[in-house]
């Protein structure tokens, strides 16, 4: 398995405890707060949100059905990778991100943050 499929099943786990958090808890803000930190990638306030804590709950929740080799790999992961996958899970299909800074894209062919200039998939 890849380093990109193993961020993405993590990315997979992330966004699917954002989208059925109950309502009325403090997890309901998880939305606003994984795009924040998928713009910011600011470790601190990843930690002070909730959504480090997350991203490590969910890389270990992958990790249990993984032998050793793969657990390694997923270990390996930044969790800044998997916040901008797992934002991008919850803007669905169709909402463009930037792969280097996760900013949300227009039509323009770069990125209006970073100026990377977009491939688009
Ligand atoms: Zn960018």
Redesign the pocket.
Request: glycine letters at 16%.
């Given at each position: 398995m890849s380093v990109r499929r193993h961020a993405e099943a993590i990315a997979q786990l992330v966004a699917r405890d954002v989208g059925t958090a109950p309502p009325r808890t403090a997890r309901r803000l998880l939305r606003p707060q994984v795009r924040w930190v998928a713009q910011e990638l600011d470790e601190a306030l990843a930690r002070d949100l909730g959504v480090l804590e997350l991203i490590e709950r969910c890389r270990d929740q992958h990790l249990a059905g993984l032998d050793a080799d793969d657990g390694l790999t997923a270990l390996g992961i930044a969790w800044e990778e998997i916040v901008v996958l797992a934002d991008r899970v919850l803007d669905g299909p169709g909402a463009a991100v930037?792969?280097?800074?996760?900013?949300r894209l227009g039509r323009r062919p770069r990125?209006?943050?970073?100026?990377?200039a977009q491939v688009r998939r």
């Open positions: 930037c792969t280097r800074c996760g900013a990125c209006g943050r970073c100026r990377l």
